[in-house]
């Protein structure tokens, strides 16, 4: 089982950008995908998630600009964020996990920077 994140990078403030979260080893839609990140000097923190069935929560902080899609062919979930601000600069994580949370698995990470 492997979760490979991408698609991070210096980006400047107001910019759009697309993360990308590869599966292997297991099919992304039987399971739920998490998307964490965690700046600087702070604790990682949820930022959204798409269920098996393909609902998608958002941690409250995260609502409007931040959106979980899920491309089954690709065996992939991704993370668009809108409207990018300094304070996204973070680590972004990806999370395969199950229901029971038995079955958990984290990605390295992708580092996203945003700076003028």
């Known amino acids: 089982v492997q979760v490979v994140e991408s698609g991070g990078g210096l980006v400047q403030p107001g910019r759009s950008l697309r993360l990308s979260c590869a599966g292997s080893g297991f099919t992304v839609s039987n399971y739920y995908m998490n998307w964490y990140r965690e700046a600087p000097g702070k604790e990682r923190e949820p930022v959204a998630t798409i269920s098996p069935s393909g609902i998608r929560t958002y941690a409250n902080s995260m609502e409007g600009r931040f959106t979980i899609s899920r491309d089954n062919g690709k065996n992939a979930v991704f993370l668009e964020i809108l409207r990018l601000k300094p304070e996204d600069t973070a680590v972004y994580y990806c999370?395969?996990?199950?229901?029971?949370?038995?079955?958990?698995?984290w990605g390295q990470g992708t580092q996203v920077t945003v700076s003028s």
């Open positions: 999370k395969v996990s199950d229901y029971s949370g038995a079955f958990v698995h």
